[in-house]
């Protein structure tokens, strides 16, 4: 497999707020991994670890301090700004929160075409796209004058999705997609991501803090932990032998909903 | 004379009025926690289970038009009870936590100032009492250096730490009820461990009862004894947890179970629930469920199925309990 991303040496300080003293936060701290075509890369690590960070800046929607980002052969750093703009479409995001990923006074044909405008479609193209997609993600194509409040949360997602699909992107980075969602709604956004990923031949970065999810659906993982990539490798090798405290810690955790570890068995270890 | 309980809830309802529509948030309830016991309340957003712990600390927003039912505490009917008793009982004999402790501390106070509160009203401590018994509190939620830890305000905790102070709160006066909303939920995975061990800790110790509202069936099945699962305003299966998670009889709970990720399932496709959760202001006639369960007929879309005793301690609401569910092609 050739690799599709490479990510090296990436690090992103931030310069830090105060009046007089300026205390800079090193957001990620020298990361380096290599994503081939067709992996779910699955990036898990707790809230301020820099998952999102990171997802921003192999984007560069927030250009890393420094470190290199290569999709495919290209040096991300080296593209100039006017080229971005067809790149692009290649690589999409995801976010977390499909409530604030819609503009709301816009229906959502709207939305889903404002990105094919952007690459030249004609009108009738548009429609036929829009119509494919929506399709493919299970919402019918009479509700495409709707507005996004008149949809849940989960439909929301699926439009958001569509959305990144109608770009026919390489690769999407996924950040948290169903983490706001209700339990009985996020098994049929990851199968809806797993069969899109199939069909259509997509490589995913996925982020969750959720190691039962990223165990469930990827290929390799990565661990993150301030801003440190603790651990990557064959998610097979991860689960089954991980190497860091911190990953054996995640892999243990009594709440989970699979460990069949009782409270009495812990409860006396664990200093409280 | 039966067992002893401590908190009975019988044919609890409470309807809303916003924008001129009603809106049935719980519909119809019942729920009993005996003494000492890890009741957990499960269900996904909007099936009503805030509502509910609202409603026992008689804490319900003003629009508020209808509420029905009994809540019986220690042979008291919390709902006819007058504003100045319930008073003296929150804090005391039932306290809460909630999901973002950083939302109910005030930023202004000392953290101990604020713990020392309720001791002052409730038990009538001198300062000084009151101070030495705050400490205590602090040393057994285990906030190491109580005395610093008394005079720090809240932003210089961290979250997990916040929501230590608050337990502290909520047990200062021994209540004998704990309702614990999502205490957990925006907290990290080792966070959230402590605080679920902190509260096992307590539970044992001194024999309160907790009743714990979450979304998380993995936390579920590690500390509770007894769990329900609501549904759209309705709790449609209650059961041991041993019985629960072994042989779950409603369709909903059984998908529920089913539709969450995990190593093992490497490779399979998730169950997943078609449809999604009902709006409050439109619940399907009969079983709420019905529209998305694949054994629904006739008769669950024009009856409510009633919760009923299936084994002892196991109720379920649905007329075609445990049948066979044929998976999704």
Same mark, same amino acid.
């Given at each position: ?272 | 004379?039966?067992t002893e309980v401590l908190?009975?809830? %019988? ?10 529509? %009603? ?7 019942? =729920?009993t926690i005996l003494p000492g016991q890890?009741h ?40 006819? =009870?007058?504003?100045? *008793? ?47 018994? *705050?400490?205590?509190?602090? !040393? ?7 005395? =610093? ?23 200062? $006066? ?35 009862a ?15 004894d007894v ?53 409050? !202001? ?33 109720? $379920?609401? $649905? ?11």
């Amino acid at each position: 497999m050739k690799p599709l991303l490479r990510v090296e040496n990436l690090t992103k300080i931030y310069p830090g707020s105060g009046i007089i003293k300026r205390y800079p936060v090193k957001a990620l701290d020298n990361i380096s991994f290599t994503v081939e075509e067709g992996d779910t890369f699955g990036l898990v690590g707790e809230s301020g670890s820099g998952k999102t960070t990171l997802a921003r800046c192999i984007l560069f929607l927030e250009p890393p301090t420094s470190g290199k980002v290569y999709y495919g052969n290209l040096c991300l750093n080296d593209i100039p700004w006017y080229h971005w703009r067809k790149l692009r479409s290649r690589m999409q995001i995801i976010f977390q929160d499909p409530n604030s990923a819609l503009n709301p006074r816009l229906p959502i044909r709207r939305s889903l075409e404002e990105g094919l405008i952007n690459l030249g479609y004609s009108r009738k193209q548009r429609n036929d796209t829009i119509r494919k997609i929506l399709d493919q993600v299970g919402i019918p194509y009479n509700q495409v004058d709707w507005y996004p409040h008149e949809f849940s949360g989960g439909q929301k997602q699926r439009i958001i999705i569509a959305r990144a699909l109608s770009m026919n992107p390489k690769f999407i980075v996924l950040d948290e997609p169903v983490s706001n969602l209700d339990v009985s709604i996020q098994a049929g956004i990851i199968n809806l991501l797993m069969d899109l990923k199939k069909e259509f031949n997509l490589t995913y970065i996925f982020i969750s803090h959720d190691l039962d999810l990223i165990a469930y659906l990827s290929t390799k993982i990565g661990v993150l932990k301030g801003g440190q990539l603790v651990e990557v490798g064959k998610a097979e090798d991860v689960l089954a032998h991980p190497l860091h405290p911190y990953t054996r810690f995640l892999l243990e955790n009594p709440l989970s909903f699979h460990s069949r570890i009782q409270p009495w068995e812990t409860l006396a270890k664990e200093t409280i | 004379m039966g067992t002893e309980v401590l908190l009975e809830i %019988k044919d609890l309802s409470v309807e809303f009025t916003a924008h001129q529509r %009603k809106i049935p948030a719980v519909r119809g309830i019942d =729920l009993t926690i005996l003494p000492g016991q890890f009741h957990a309340l499960v269900g996904e957003s909007g099936a009503g289970k805030t509502v509910t712990s609202l409603s026992i600390l008689r804490l319900l927003p003003s629009n508020v038009t209808s509420l029905r039912g009994s809540i019986k505490f220690n042979d008291h009917d919390l709902l006819q =009870l007058s504003e100045e *008793v319930m008073r003296n009982l929150r804090g005391r004999e039932i306290s809460m936590i909630f999901q973002e402790p950083a939302k109910y501390l005030n930023p202004s106070l000392k953290a101990g100032v604020q713990v020392m509160e309720a001791i002052r009203y409730h038990m009538g401590y001198s300062e000084k009492a009151a101070r030495e018994r *705050v400490c205590e509190l602090f !040393e057994k939620v285990g906030l190491s250096d109580p005395e =610093l830890a008394f005079d720090r305000y809240p932003h210089e905790f961290s979250v997990g730490m916040k929501q230590r102070v608050m337990i502290a709160m909520a047990i200062s $006066c021994n209540p004998s009820l704990l309702i614990a909303d999502e205490p957990t939920t925006s907290l990290d995975v080792g966070v959230q461990r402590q605080i679920i061990h902190l509260l096992l800790d307590l539970q044992r110790s001194s024999k309160m009862a907790i009743l714990y509202i979450t979304h998380d069936l993995g936390i579920v099945r590690y500390a509770a004894d007894v769990i329900s699962i609501m549904y759209a305003g309705k709790i449609i299966e209650s059961a041991p947890k041993d019985l629960l998670f072994t042989s779950p009889l409603h369709p909903y709970t059984r998908l529920l179970l089913a539709s969450i990720p995990s190593r093992e399932k490497r490779g399979t496709r998730l169950q997943g629930i078609p449809g999604t959760v009902p709006n409050p !202001e439109d619940i399907p006639p009969g079983c709420a469920f019905h529209p998305r369960c694949p054994l629904a007929q006739q008769k669950c879309k024009e009856n409510v199925p009633p919760l009923v005793r299936i084994e002892a301690g196991h109720r $379920c609401a $649905c007329f075609f309990p445990g049948k066979e569910i044929r998976s999704n092609p």
